[in-house]
């Protein structure tokens, strides 16, 4: 690991709960290591700060050791040990931040939904400052995400920069606003920072509780930069509908707030060279394709009797947020209308998994469906590519990389157009948008008539126009949703952070 920016780059260290593949829950997980990429192509040095967590997959990390420095960081009054262990992930070098801490926070077998989720994350933000300063590091950009590594923004103006951690402009990046993390006012002094200053209508203070304080509020408010993940989804979220709560927050600093859609990493999701499917293919050999459908229909033991029988598939997290009434109805419509459907998914909602569980056991044994209930990486590509539609029909998507995804396998996307769902897929059937940019099949009502309409228009292309859906997946599988653009942009953020910074201090 190198000790501080050699290149004429930027020097960018990412502080979060996540990073695929070691660490990954969702989205969260994909946009640290995609950007984190990107961002190095384009020669900054990146470094990424995670928890050491038991669960990781430690085998996806390579030259993992523990090294000969230990971060003493406070809380809660008293001063903790931290063992720090490094690693290279995806080519980017990480450290591990391992408490030696008799909550053994990070040792739980699980990542997140712990009753203590706020003093484990809050630690966490305040231990990844320490060995920033520790190590003598002088970043330029400090980016965190999501409420878990919120803490930053006011640790790093309030504690580490008087303490000399002073090279940085703080970007946060919020990846959803349904989770705030918010916590009784109280709880927010054990990382060290101060209550009564912070506890304020301007500042941390939830603004529906008076007596929370509301971390990505504070990221927010005490960010240089703050950013969501897609356009729409930021105009959303100004809104009193959409901000859950945060809406005046944002308005009132629009200035720094913006949109970048996330992009997907084209090395991980490239059916030319995805080792985990059954037959590796491009746009120019739709048999290969073919051959996937096979595949999984064989091992999840649908029926293979017809090829073009459509089948549907569904990647997902189960929660409210992805529309679960319009995914279970999916699942019997499609079967109505002579498709096959494959869900994977896994639910932390007990009685959502439940459910799920229920519908699952009706269709054990039929020809057509299959739902599998459980998080499986491997599996996941499979279905991406030997599925021909993809749905996801969200209440509201911040970005969503599963469109994308399914794109880049061909498999065409039916999605309600909200958030980035709005920014990435275009209705083949609306001609009020340019023919090059149409992919995908939309809807705008979050019920099940209208998800009906977007679903059979789908099925109509795809039994009527043979020739027309395939040049479709053709030309799904061909566009680009990588990172270049998207860590341009961040790039150019950045960038003029940094000056506006340096003009700053060159001026007083
Ligand atoms: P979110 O972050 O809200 O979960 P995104 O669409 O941004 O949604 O990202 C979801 C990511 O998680 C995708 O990479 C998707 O393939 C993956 N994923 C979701 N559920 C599962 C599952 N059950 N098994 C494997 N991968 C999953």
């Known amino acids: 690991l190198t000790s501080g920016p050699k290149s004429p780059g930027l020097h960018v260290i990412h502080i979060a709960a ?14 640290i290591s995609g950007l984190g ?15 050491k967590y038991d669960c990781m997959e430690y085998d ?10 230990v971060v003493e960081s406070y809380f809660e009054g008293k001063l903790y040990k931290n063992k720090i262990w490094t690693g290279v992930v995806e080519g980017l070098p990480v450290y591990f931040i391992e408490p030696l801490h008799p909550a053994k926070f990070f040792w739980r077998g699980e990542y997140y939904g712990e009753h203590d989720d706020f003093k484990r994350f809050s630690f966490f933000s305040r231990a990844a400052l320490e060995l920033l300063l520790q190590t003598g590091k002088r970043p330029d950009i400090i980016h965190c995400h999501d409420w878990q590594t919120a803490f930053i923004a006011p640790l790093y103006w309030d504690i580490y920069n008087p303490k000399g951690l002073n090279s940085a402009r703080i970007c946060f990046t919020c990846h959803n606003f349904e989770y705030q993390g918010t916590a009784p006012a109280s709880e927010l002094a054990a990382c060290g920072l101060n209550v009564h200053q912070l506890n304020r209508p301007d500042r941390m203070q939830d603004n529906s509780a008076h007596d929370r304080v509301n971390p990505v509020k504070g990221a927010v408010v005490f960010s240089n930069i703050v950013t969501t993940v897609s356009p729409t989804y930021a105009g959303e979220v100004r809104t009193a509908e959409g901000g859950k709560g945060l809406h005046s927050t944002l308005v009132s600093h629009s200035k720094k707030f913006i949109g970048i859609l996330n992009g997907i990493d084209g090395g991980a999701w490239n059916p030319s060279t995805d080792s985990l499917l059954a037959v590796q293919y491009s746009s120019n050999d739709l048999q290969g394709k073919a051959q996937n459908k096979t595949a999984i229909r064989r091992q999840l033991g649908l029926s293979t009797a017809k090829l073009r029988q459509p089948l549907v598939g569904c990647i997902t997290r189960l929660v409210p947020q992805k529309g679960v009434h319009l995914i279970r109805h999916a699942i019997y419509r499609t079967l109505e209308l002579g498709g096959q459907f494959v869900l994977l998914g896994s639910s932390p909602v007990p ?4 459910e799920f569980e229920g519908i ?19 599996l996941s590509h499979s279905i991406y590519a030997a599925s021909d539609m993809f749905i996801i029909p969200s209440i509201f998507e911040p970005c969503g990389l599963t469109q994308m995804i399914a794109m880049r396998y061909g498999s065409v996307p039916i999605v309600r157009k909200t958030g980035g769902l709005n920014d990435s897929v275009f209705d083949v059937d609306d001609d009020a948008i340019p023919l090059q940019y149409r992919n995908g099949f939309t809807f705008l009502d ?14 109509e292309h795809y039994w009527n126009d043979v020739k027309g859906w395939e040049d479709l997946v053709r030309k799904i599988m061909e566009m680009d949703f ?16 940094v000056a506006r910074a340096r003009a700053a201090a060159a001026s007083n």
């Open 360 to 378: 699952a056991n009706n269709l054990r044994d039929s020809e057509h469906a299959r739902l599998i209930l459980k998080y499986d990486e491997a």
């Open 60 to 69: 996806r990390i390579s030259d993992l050791k523990a090294i000969d420095l």
């Open 351 to 354: 009685h959502i998994q439940q």
């Open 37 to 51: 990429k990107a961002l190095q192509k384009r020669g900054h040095l990146v470094e990424i700060i995670l928890p």
């Open 482 to 497: 990588s990172w270049e653009t998207s860590a341009a942009q961040y790039e150019d953020l950045y960038s003029k952070s």
């Open 446 to 459: 979050p019920n099940e008539q209208a998800f009906n309409a977007a679903l059979e228009r789908a099925f």
């Open 18 to 31: 996540e990073m695929a593949p070691v660490a990954k829950v969702g989205g969260l997980g994909d946009v």
